[in-house]
């Protein structure tokens, strides 16, 4: 098993502005209660702010959305990994047929793929084993993300809004070869 995310996600109940990586599910209308995601197959991003050997600092903020929450998950919950929008649809065979053909040729291997590239957002699907807490990239907080956050009794963390320019629009055009796949999400 490729050890892509678990070895820096982080807590929200301490975020830490300089330091910190969650796997969110972004919200633009139909918010769903926790326990719709949990099991089942989700779509979300890796955000986050992290200190790298190589590069001095990963970052990326991109997420589909102003506010979302944050999932719990680890390698094991990881089936597909993108490093742009890859328009998932999860429960749909002809989805997974393209994503299985493409798969026998480039693979992700590292979260650092992830977090460096110049999508405006990676897309990741999973089986999260819950929500443990909400995010939102605005300078106020929408009230949707405060509402959710209070009713479900989960941390509300800030980020930084994502920063995209036409240069990252087409370089992200020729990530669609690159990502990670669990051969698991097809049987």
């Given amino acids: 098993m ?6 820096i996600l982080t807590d929200p109940q301490e975020h830490d502005p300089e330091n910190f990586a969650y796997i969110v599910h972004g919200f633009l209308n139909g918010v769903k209660d926790p326990d719709h995601f949990t099991g089942k197959h989700v779509c979300a ?14 970052e990326q903020y991109g997420m589909y959305g102003e506010w979302g929450i944050i999932l719990d ?3 094991k919950d990881l089936l597909v990994a993108w490093p742009s929008d890859i328009g998932s ?35 990741l699907v999973l089986t999260p084993a819950g929500v ?13 993300a405060s509402d959710y956050a209070k ?4 941390p509300l963390v800030k ?22 796949l669990n051969d698991k999400f097809f049987h």
Wanted: overall charge neutral; charged content about 30%; some cysteine.
């Fill in 2 to 7: 490729v050890k892509m995310i678990e070895e």
């Fill in 45 to 58: 991003s890796l955000i986050g702010k992290v200190p790298d050997k190589y590069v001095n600092c990963l």
């Fill in 73 to 75: 998950a680890n390698d």
């Fill in 89 to 123: 649809k999860p429960e749909d065979e002809k989805w997974k047929g393209r994503i299985r053909k493409k798969a026998y040729f480039n693979r992700i291997r590292h979260y650092r793929e992830l977090l460096q590239s110049p999508a405006r957002y990676n897309e």
């Fill in 132 to 144: 443990i807490g909400v995010v939102y990239n605005t300078d106020d907080i929408p009230s949707e």
């Fill in 151 to 154: 009713r479900h009794s989960l």
């Fill in 159 to 180: 980020i930084p809004p994502a920063e995209y320019n036409e240069f990252q629009s087409m370089a992200a055009q020729c990530l669609s070869s690159e990502f990670m």
